[in-house]
């Protein structure tokens, strides 16, 4: 089978590769769609490998064992290789297993592991079913698209009384914005990219602001009667935005961190007691609401077409990736069959 392959710097390509057998509660997955994530990052810095991705919608075509899926069920492909047994597993919080299986031992190939592929493994708990009238594209929607803000906003019951803030618009703000437009919420969000601004802004935000501006965070006062937003998201990773956010939040207001990122400055009294902030962090959402994430999708399909705004063929990765460098694209799709 096919995948992606990054050769050296910037250079990247497809490659061959065995394809997968399915073992214990494995499940073989053919591959439709491959949403593209941070992998660019990968194809910058030129980390050489051919095992990329984490986000996929697809069709089983083999199963191990009789289990919670059968052949020709169009599926999405929830990331990671949680245990299935401990108690976050349990509680649907699968991301953040502690005990995560280990494929290669289990199936005797890593091949299945990619995203980026043909084909690939997944334990079949971990294969949430499409509805009928829903593409494999908008589905794939319920990976890094929608999830992570999803889980957030579920986290902080994010409501149509709510003005919220996002700090950056990559893919996954972008996604939050589609989410609190299903959700009726005002939007304010911060994002220096004018291409990403305006798709903002398309999706339904209601100001997009400079990050770069001297004032922003007054301009966010201004626009909140001074009193700050009700909850904040930031899908940047950007100390800076960390800072941002923390100072734009009411007090007994909530944030989010979704972006990956690293340290910044935190005042007990001054952020956290007086405020009485409540700060979270959140990576996917709980198993179990998923299919309220697929209501979502079924109802912001118009949304979802702007949202995704370009799709290629896995042989033309090279491409994509270069694409994503640029930064001026939303969500991008490979079809790893073409
Ligand atoms: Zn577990
Ligand atoms: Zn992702």
Not at 71 to 80: F, K, T
Not at 290 to 308: A, G, H
């Amino acid at each position: 089978m096919k995948v992606a392959a990054i050769f050296g710097e910037r250079a990247a390509g497809v490659v061959d590769v065995p394809k997968p057998t399915p073992k214990e509660d494995f499940a073989l997955v053919k591959v439709h769609v491959v949403p593209m994530c941070t992998e660019y990052k990968a194809f910058e810095s030129g980390r050489q490998g051919h095992r990329f991705g984490h986000e996929a919608t697809g069709e089983v075509v083999e199963a191990a064992q009789p289990g919670r899926v059968k052949v020709g069920d169009r599926v999405v492909v929830q990331p990671g290789y949680p245990c299935g047994r401990c108690s976050l597993c349990l509680a649907g919080e699968h991301i953040h297993c502690q005990s995560p299986r280990d494929v290669r031992q289990i199936t005797g190939s890593v091949a299945g592991a990619a995203t980026f592929a043909q084909y690939l493994l997944k334990a079949d708990w971990l294969l949430s079913p499409i509805p009928d009238g829903v593409s494999y594209q908008q589905a794939s929607m319920a990976c890094c698209g929608l999830g992570p803000t999803f889980g957030a906003m579920q986290q902080m019951g994010v409501d149509a009384h709510d003005t919220i803030l996002i700090t950056g618009l990559g893919p996954v703000g972008l996604g939050g914005v589609v989410n609190a437009n299903f959700l009726g919420a005002r939007i304010l969000a911060v994002e220096g990219n004018p291409f990403r601004a305006n798709l903002a802004m398309k999706l339904g935000a209601d100001a997009v602001l400079d990050p770069d501006a001297a004032d922003v965070l007054d301009q966010i006062m201004d626009l909140t009667g001074g009193v700050g937003v009700d909850k904040a998201l930031d899908c940047s990773g950007n100390p800076r935005a960390h800072r941002l956010m923390i100072d734009s939040v009411r007090r007994k207001g909530e944030a989010s961190f979704i972006g990956e990122g690293g340290e910044f400055p935190l005042t007990a009294s001054r952020d956290m007691i007086r405020k009485g902030l409540v700060l979270r962090g959140s990576w996917h959402y709980n198993l179990a609401d998923y299919s309220k994430l697929i209501n979502v999708i079924e109802q912001s399909s118009d949304q979802l077409d702007k949202f995704i705004t370009h799709a290629f063929p896995m042989s033309q990765v090279q491409q994509a990736w270069e694409l994503q460098s640029t930064l001026e694209c939303g969500k991008v799709l490979l079809d790893p069959w073409a």
